[in-house]
């Protein structure tokens, strides 16, 4: 019987070629990307191509982020990738955090260049310079952009999606006429941050503002949401930064405002990344392989006609027309009736490559009149009525995607734990998670820290489950809470 | 009265900063895409930026692209930009037409790079190379990728949207197992770009097949739609390359046939830029700005409450409730109720700025229980009921999507000729427009005419109105009958 032999081939472990998490979860990630065709390495030094199957998620993503900032009232728009290297002297700190990580166009059409021009890191810069052009009196503002585009840094040690030579995301750059107005917009935009990649991605975020040492080059302040993978370490899902009047004093953007005095714009910018991909694969994915949240699932819903060739007849018509009453509503379905397949690969193959739906038709499920529903986040099997299958699946497809939410919740709160001193942030190393610690306000502290148990503060959180008393380094009092945590 | 007093304000020629399309086309084209606001220029050689109304208007090209690219079994992805100075002399043509064009990266992270990096131009190297990767046997074929991203060239003369040092568009690159299917694929994606520049753009175009001297550096064949603009002038408004086994051979795509021996793909690559933001303005605009069609108009109509300000109260329930209703049924409405600008001031704006059509409501309407509809596309006014607004909105705007490409081909085929000799050509000088002339085939001749006359051979069209029997050049039979004309 075909489907006793696929769920014989079922077995618990995931394709061999994917090592277990608990082998090497670094291991574990670059052959899940791969083997589910996220991404290939590109021939150029810490660069990717993003496969069809990685960039449709990406698509995914920025259509669920590209609503929330048109309902906030922002615009795209598109600026050039070439910045002219006076450009990023003009705001010191600016210079100073990205610098390093440039790479220059220094000859173009056959000619040296007079300037340099640096390939974006990212665009205060650039904005900046025009909007100085824009913006001349208060009835301009607020300039509300936001930019999709490709990004240029040279880091030293890169990693598929987390941190590439090149990247692809979104920057918003508002300008405002006071500092409320554009700290309101700084902190609206951490909160749609978090609203997507809770409720679309099913990823829980600690929201909070990073540390002096941990700011964004150029800003005043900047705020992060911080997500945990599956092996406890942290990764910065998003920011959004109050970056004062630093670039408008840079680059001359001023307004007359209501009093006919002169005033300098208060900026903001923030930013998400493809990195958000590695973070639907290191927090939902296991040994099968991927686990995409319905939400975001480039395909929601596989459909394979099951049982002996023989009957196969018996079994399309009410497979084919299931298809087609599911597509109709708005169901992301695909089909795989190869016959040169058997279903058990099949199985393997649609849960490795992390869909969250598979439904099963066979001639007995004909003859009952229903469907077997297979879970990709809990493994569970149920028939489902062919009459209601739409409703069903719509209604499963929910259900999956709060489930794998709770599931990451739940992963994350028993790995967070208190530390009191540098020994208990020690404990890191065997104990993976998030640290939640005191912290006396110091650089020199953070950085001990950092040297000694190789956490990082990711942020202080709004809403920190505790109020930690001492600084985890020094033991004077503290004067924020910290979670710490090793990242990438 | 306020609509009396607003159609004094509405003056035949339009706002007083652009320049008569008469006076200078070149002028009118600058004049009008900034005062529209869709660019501005930036502070990098040949680069714009590309301002919300521009880039608005290219989202919808891209809606309108990706659509019909996914309906004929594309998928998207994303490829490195810079690209490694030694795939660029993997195919020979390939390098002698895009070295002298590109911009070189020489040093990243502070050091000074072994090998100098390209910025794209067009990646059938970079995916080429990867191609060769993934592709092993017939089974991986065909592959039907999609790219939007921007490009590179570092062009001697820019104009805005039509040649611009970094630009936007989409390249489609795809593999195929036979010649057969990869012409095929070839004429498919030409027969796209065509359905899409004259269904939502509302520009007729010829497509045909490129002389040999215009083909794409690289290619077997390369084939192309051609626009004309108000002017006269040509724009290539997409292309479609068969690119035989060149690329196959220089990156070693090779895959196992059914038969069991290893062959060459035949590959395609096709694409359409932001140039077409430049068309939709050269072929629609008029001396009143912008005139977009309703198919791609990022906001399609604006309601603007018109009659004296005592009367406002009466005015704003029904307003707010049509504009609810247009909204709710996917119409894309915008209103204007500022009290600050007058009624003329905003005809005047929103005419410029190529709206499709206008609803004013004032007291009387209401009492009427109508508003009043007036089209960009033709000035026409007429009362419409409140009652059966949407309908009647929809309606109109597909009656202005069908007129502006009536208008437009009306005005292609009025600047149509027939050319038998290189003096009949000349007349292009003051007689602007398309020439259909013979060729013998000789690049020698169509190198006298472009010398002689300024015209370059856009291209052989498929369906020509009329068969040339003697070259325009030499007087030789033709072997193939051209659209001449002058480009930008």
């Known amino acids: 019987m075909a489907r006793g032999m696929a769920l014989a081939d079922e077995k618990p472990q995931g394709p061999q070629e994917i090592t277990p998490q608990g082998v090497d979860f670094s291991r574990w990630y670059i052959d899940t990307i791969k083997k589910a065709e996220l991404m290939d390495y590109a021939p150029v030094r810490g660069c990717i191509v993003f496969k069809p199957d990685g960039y449709e998620l990406w698509e995914a993503c920025q259509r669920g982020l590209d609503v929330r900032f048109k309902a906030t009232g922002h615009r795209n728009a598109y600026f050039p990738t070439l910045i002219p290297e006076s450009f990023f002297q003009k705001e010191k700190e600016h210079v100073e955090g990205f610098n390093p990580e440039l790479p220059w166009v220094t000859e173009a059409g056959g000619e040296k260049l007079e300037e340099r021009l640096g390939l974006r890191p990212t665009s205060e810069t650039m904005i900046g310079h025009m909007y100085a052009q824009w913006i001349k009196s208060y009835r301009d503002l607020p300039v509300l952009i936001n930019q999709w585009a490709n990004m240029f840094r040279w880091e030293k040690r890169t990693l598929p999606f987390l941190r590439t030579t090149e990247f692809l995301w979104q920057e918003g750059h508002t300008a405002h006429a006071t500092e409320a107005e554009a700290r309101e917009e700084t902190m609206r935009m951490l909160g749609v941050y978090a609203d997507f990649v809770e409720h679309d991605l099913a990823i829980p975020v ?147 490559r992390g869909i969250p739906l598979r439904l099963e038709l066979g001639p007995r499920d004909v003859d009952a009149g229903t469907a077997l529903a297979v879970r990709r986040d809990t493994g569970e099997k149920a028939p489902i009525s062919l009459d209601g299958a739409v409703e069903h699946v719509q209604g499963l497809l929910g259900e999956i995607q709060a489930n794998m939410y709770a599931k990451a919740l739940a992963f994350r709160t028993e790995h967070e734990f208190r530390a009191e001193t540098l020994g208990d942030l020690a404990a890191l190393e065997e104990r993976r998670g998030f640290y939640l610690g005191g912290w006396c306000g110091d650089d020199a502290c953070e950085r001990r820290i950092r040297e000694e148990t190789g956490a990082t503060a990711r942020n202080i959180p709004f809403t920190p489950p505790d109020r930690m008393k001492a600084c985890v380094a020094c033991g004077r009092p503290a004067t924020a809470t910290v979670w710490y945590a090793r990242t990438y």
């Open 206 to 352: 600690w929201q909070g503002q990073k540390t002096p040492s941990e700011r964004f080059a150029g800003a005043v302040d900047t705020y992060s949401i911080e997500a945990m993978m599956k092996d406890g370490k942290a990764v910065q899902a998003g920011t959004s930064h109050y970056l004062g009047t630093n670039f408008a004093q840079g680059f001359g953007i001023q307004f007359l405002d209501r009093d006919n005095t002169l005033k300098h714009v208060h900026t903001t910018s923030w930013g998400a990344s493809t990195r958000l991909l590695g973070c639907v694969v290191m927090v939902h994915g296991d040994d099968r392989g991927l686990a995409l949240p319905p939400k975001v699932a480039p395909r929601q819903v596989v459909m394979i006609p099951v049982g002996p060739p023989r009957l196969r007849e018996k079994v399309m018509g009410p497979f084919d027309a299931l298809y087609a009453r599911l597509r109709d509503a708005g169901v992301r379905v695909f089909t795989d009736t190869r016959q040169e397949q058997s279903v058990g690969w099949k199985f393997n193959e649609y849960e490795m």
